[in-house]
């Protein structure tokens, strides 16, 4: 089974507009984090927002927040206030565990396109 | 702050010869990760390194691939022979574990082509 999963492969977006980008996890360890990562066209992975699993509020941090509902495991990146920047392959990962390996397990990413 | 380093950005080969890639972590970062990232996929772990010892190396291909990480601060991965299914971006990342967070930061890749 797949352990994140990422259904929508791309969305289109007005500038200045709110868009959500969606991801489910599936995991039995009681501990694990999740992660968003943003992937423009020069390639390198940038970290965005950070969510623990134990946390007992959503995840903001500036235009990006998580809406965290962990009874459906899902894990939805909302972006608020569109910018042209924000075009780029967005992936969602989790880290399952709190030691040894620290692997990320990433989803297939999908497709975000801001419009002006 | 300077970034995670990587280099080369881009590597075109033949199938069946050899290539290396390195990676130079953000200083004072214990942790270091090599992804492959094969088109339309999310990055793989290939292998991570604590300091200078392998924590998790379990999808590795070792017929082919080896990685080593000596002075525990830069490290490189090899691929000897290559094979066509080899082409991917290759992304170092490395990370400071003080914290349940322990975010990953990654270099930009390196592009590989096998023909």
């Known amino acids: 089974a797949q352990k994140i999963t990422q259904t929508q492969p791309g969305m289109f977006v007005q500038e200045k507009e709110a868009v959500t980008l969606d991801c489910t996890y599936d995991?039995?360890?009681?501990?694990?984090?999740l992660f968003w990562y943003k992937q423009p066209s020069s390639g390198e992975m940038i970290f965005l927002i950070y969510?623990?699993?134990?946390?007992?509020q959503n995840a903001t941090e500036g235009r990006y927040s998580l809406n965290f509902q962990k009874a459906r495991k899902s894990a939805n990146l909302v972006i608020s206030a569109s910018q042209l920047g924000d075009s780029a392959m967005y992936f969602c990962?989790?880290?399952?565990?709190?030691?040894?390996?620290?692997?990320?397990?990433f989803g297939k990413g999908m497709k975000l396109t801001v419009n002006p | 702050e300077a970034g995670v380093a990587q280099s080369p950005r881009y590597k075109i080969i033949e199938k069946r010869q050899s290539v290396a890639f390195w990676c130079n972590p953000i200083?004072?970062?214990?942790?270091l990760y090599w992804y492959q990232q094969i088109l339309g996929q999310g990055p793989k772990l290939l292998i991570q390194?604590?300091?200078?010892?392998?924590?998790?190396d379990s999808q590795l291909p070792k017929d082919r691939f080896s990685a080593e990480r000596l002075k525990g601060v830069d490290s490189t991965l090899k691929i000897q022979p290559a094979k066509l299914e080899d082409s991917a971006v290759y992304l170092c990342?490395?990370?400071?574990?003080?914290?349940?967070?322990?975010?990953?930061?990654f270099g930009a890749g390196t592009r590989l082509s096998v023909l």
């Open positions: 995991t039995s360890d009681p501990s694990y984090g």
């Open positions: 390194f604590q300091n200078n010892g392998v924590v998790d």
């Open positions: 990962a989790m880290r399952e565990g709190d030691g040894g390996s620290e692997k990320l397990v």
């Open positions: 200083s004072g970062h214990a942790t």
């Open positions: 990342a490395s990370s400071l574990r003080i914290s349940a967070k322990n975010i990953q930061y």
């Open positions: 969510q623990g699993s134990y946390d007992q």
